[in-house]
């Protein structure tokens, strides 16, 4: 049987809480505080739950759950306080301490019991989940441990090394074609069709969390043959039409090849994200001759950057609040946000062709 520690300075009041509770607690009973802490210096492990008055002799309610704080006990073994003090200063005072529950003088029976029982067994689940969450962490400290060491030997490989520098010339590679159609297109229309080119090498801790998960071998030969997105560009356009104009021109170049085309902006995901990716295969000029490598492009409006900025925010900052709702409201911001690109679009095919008109 669970044993329950009972400190009150009536006798009669001990004697009641035992009567209620010995058939389903092993019972121990203490005057007042100073009495109590000394059982607690022999049995702090054996007691499942502590029931004090507030007002007692020598130590207090108080003060006992006070100096239960500060040994570090309150995390072991829940406070329920039973006192005839109905202000709820002093109600406010003990939960602030830690108590665990406050039930006011004359109780009853019922719902003593029924408030033990649930605080015990609140207060075990409570312990449980926090030790696994000790794990989880010390599992995940090891994991990253691991990562870090593997990641560190593929940066000492030569052979890594020299696949990172073929990923940053595609990535050169890419902007320079990228560049000149810019150029090609603001001599022909008078206006850019983007704004901005942003770029990205992936580290090597992404590489190989991504193989792990994935079930991939962590090697040279499988991060070349299996991931398509270790080399990235993002390019910010102005309006819709310009990202489908850009990317047809991008792939229409005969020795770049289309691997993959995911349209998230005539088919947005669930929470609104809208980009226009493509997978290519683009060839570099090396000393030892021509290579294709993979390159990830991500197409989107200002709009649409700015709004997915946000989203990478919530997804990955941690302890945010209400996550829920902050969803809810991106999700509406993404559909404000598309028609707002079309009506921008539109805008500006008036101004345009009332120039072609004068």
């Known amino acids: ?24 607690y092993q019972v121990v009973t203490a005057e007042d505080g100073m009495c109590a802490l000394w059982l607690m210096e022999q049995e702090i492990e054996e007691i499942a739950a502590v029931i004090s008055d ?14 239960m704080r500060c040994r570090g006990w309150l995390g ?10 109905n202000a709820v200063e002093a109600e406010n005072h003990c939960f602030e301490l830690g108590v665990t529950d406050f039930i006011h003088k004359p109780f009853v029976g019922s719902v003593v019991k029924n ?10 689940c409570k312990n449980a989940l926090e030790q696994k969450v000790k794990e989880q962490a010390v599992t995940l400290e090891e994991q990253r441990q691991i990562i870090r060491r593997q990641t560190e030997k593929l940066k000492e490989m030569k052979s890594f090394n020299r696949l990172m520098m073929e990923f940053r010339s595609v990535i050169m590679e890419v902007e320079t074609r990228l560049k000149v159609l810019n150029a090609e297109f603001s001599e022909a229309y008078n206006r850019n069709p983007f704004e901005a080119i942003k770029s990205r090498l992936k580290s090597p801790e992404s590489i190989y969390e991504k193989l792990e998960r994935r079930g991939f071998p962590v090697t040279v030969e499988s991060i070349r043959e299996n991931l398509t997105d270790v080399a990235g560009l993002r390019v910010i356009c102005s309006f819709p039409d310009d990202i489908y104009r850009l990317a047809d021109l991008l792939i229409q170049q005969d020795d770049i090849l289309l691997k993959s085309r995911k349209d998230y902006i005539k088919n947005p995901k669930t929470n609104g994200y809208r980009s ?36 990478h925010k919530l997804k990955y900052k941690k302890k945010v609040a209400d ?10 911001c993404a559909d404000s946000i598309e028609d707002l690109d079309y009506q921008m679009q539109k805008i ?5 062709h009332g120039q072609d008109s004068l």
């Open 1 to 24: 049987m669970q044993k329950i520690l009972v400190v009150d300075d009536s006798p009669m009041n001990r004697e009641l809480l035992d009567e209620i509770l010995k058939d389903d």
């Open 54 to 67: 507030l007002v007692m002799p020598r130590m207090d309610g108080y003060a006992l759950v006070e100096e």
């Open 76 to 85: 072991k073994v829940p406070v329920l306080i039973i006192s005839s003090e």
């Open 115 to 124: 408030r033990v029982k649930n605080t015990i067994e609140l207060f075990v």
């Open 276 to 311: 226009l990716h493509l997978i290519l295969s683009v060839p570099i000029y090396l000393p030892g001759g021509k290579k294709y490598m993979n390159v990830e492009v991500q197409f989107r409006t200002i709009a649409m950057d700015f709004w997915a900025s946000l989203e």
């Open 323 to 332: 996550t829920g709702e902050i969803e809810e409201q991106l999700k509406k």
């Open 348 to 352: 500006r095919d008036k101004i345009e």
